[in-house]
């Protein structure tokens, strides 16, 4: 089911989602992800659950909605003075806030989605401050794909695959690789 944009930004519709969103957000603090319905959903919201269905059309697509609204970032990456501090800033953080039981539930919730290659959009963006940082810099800098590939990649698979995350030692040692020429 493919989420429908808001007709109008920012008016009912917006409201709307915002307190379907906020009520996801608490009941998911509140109680078990596998105890969470569509109707307590719509009664913490104050919509009918046919708003719900509507919109989002079932409860997958709405938690994958919620955990990509939640991946926005709300600031700039760290900026240490040079990009291999800033790259192990940046993938600390992500290790750690992913690598938590939200945020792991938040990454499977984004591959129920019907866009899931938004979130290679939202990491995109953020590496690409970072290099934009440094591009007036003698070093040469890796594109965004080779960040991807040697940074992210491995450790999004550690995340969800494996019984403990990667390791912050060889998070370090992949971005040596990725800064290598």
Not at 30 to 36: A, G, I, K
Not at 102 to 129: E, F, H, K, W
Request: charged share 25%; hydrophobic share 40%.
């Amino acid at each position: 089911m493919t989420i429908k944009e808001a007709l109008r930004p920012g008016g009912r519709s917006a409201r709307v989602q915002e307190s379907i969103h906020t009520a996801v957000r608490q009941l998911l603090e509140e109680q078990d992800r596998s105890s969470l319905t569509v109707p307590q959903i719509a009664t913490r919201a104050g919509v009918t659950p046919s708003t719900i269905y509507r919109r989002w059309g079932d409860l997958s697509t709405l938690l994958a909605d919620v955990a990509l609204a939640r991946m926005r970032p709300d600031s700039e990456p760290a900026n240490t003075g040079s990009l291999r501090g800033d790259l192990r800033a940046w993938a600390e953080q992500y290790l750690d806030e992913m690598s938590s039981e939200p945020g792991r539930n938040m990454m499977r919730d984004v591959q129920c989605s019907a866009t899931p290659g938004y979130c290679v959009t939202i990491l995109s963006a953020q590496l690409q401050t970072l290099l934009e940082r440094y591009q007036d810099s003698e070093e040469r800098l890796p594109d965004i794909d080779r960040l991807l590939n040697l940074i992210v990649a491995p450790t999004v698979f550690r995340i969800l695959f494996s019984a403990t995350p990667l390791p912050v030692s060889e998070l370090h040692e992949m971005i040596e690789l990725a800064l290598q020429p």
